[in-house]
């Protein structure tokens, strides 16, 4: 197998050819093109795997704060969804007659809804922690299987 810059190597038909080879219609004194764009130049496919790009930089995020921070920001989300809560709670102040298993009711409409939205992120958070145990089960099996690999390597 020869290289992609070996000159006794032959253009297969998925080869393109390259922008700093010489173009058989340049005139022979004529400058080769220069590319300052290296994103539109750039290798693909196997030779990009091959020789990767050293002068874009890698996507680092770039991170304002810390988790004091984030925690802060959410803490003030919250506080504010909590007084938009309250304010539909106090709006919604008309009494309805609920029926429950049996069971019937009286209570405000906006305490109804705001149970009823309570009871589904209940549900959400039971659903996701049954979720986050398997993914924890499956995470230890598969540690277990890599210690049991890297012993029996050595």
């Known amino acids: 197998m020869t290289a992609p810059d070996d000159p006794?190597?032959?253009?297969?038909?998925?080869d393109a050819p390259r922008a700093d080879a010489p173009?058989?219609?340049?005139?022979?004194?004529?400058?080769?093109?220069?590319?300052?764009?290296t994103a539109a130049t750039a290798p693909t496919g196997r030779r990009a795997a091959e020789?990767?790009?050293?002068?874009?930089?890698?996507?680092?995020?770039?991170?304002?704060?810390?988790?004091?921070?984030?925690t802060w920001i959410a803490l003030i989300l919250g506080a504010i969804v909590l007084v938009l809560l309250?304010?539909?709670?106090?709006?919604?102040?008309?009494?309805?007659r609920f029926q429950y298993f049996g069971a019937e009711f009286d209570l405000p409409l906006?305490?109804?809804?705001?149970?009823a939205?309570?009871?589904?992120?209940?549900?959400?958070?039971?659903?996701?922690?049954?979720?986050m145990i398997q993914m924890g089960w499956t995470?230890?099996?598969l540690?277990?299987?890599?210690?049991?690999?890297?012993r029996s390597l050595r």
Do not use: W, Y
Not at 8 to 14: A, S, V
Not at 143 to 150: H, I, S, V
């Open 86 to 96: 309250l304010i539909f709670v106090i709006q919604n102040n008309v009494s309805a």
């Open 117 to 131: 939205a309570i009871a589904g992120a209940l549900v959400m958070a039971l659903v996701g922690s049954v979720r």
């Open 23 to 37: 173009r058989p219609d340049a005139a022979p004194d004529a400058p080769a093109p220069r590319h300052e764009d």
């Open 51 to 70: 020789r990767p790009a050293a002068e874009e930089p890698a996507d680092v995020p770039t991170s304002s704060g810390g988790k004091t921070a984030t």
């Open 139 to 141: 995470i230890r099996k």
């Open 8 to 14: 006794t190597r032959t253009p297969g038909p998925g």
């Open 143 to 150: 540690r277990k299987q890599q210690e049991k690999a890297q």
């Open 110 to 115: 906006g305490v109804a809804m705001l149970l």
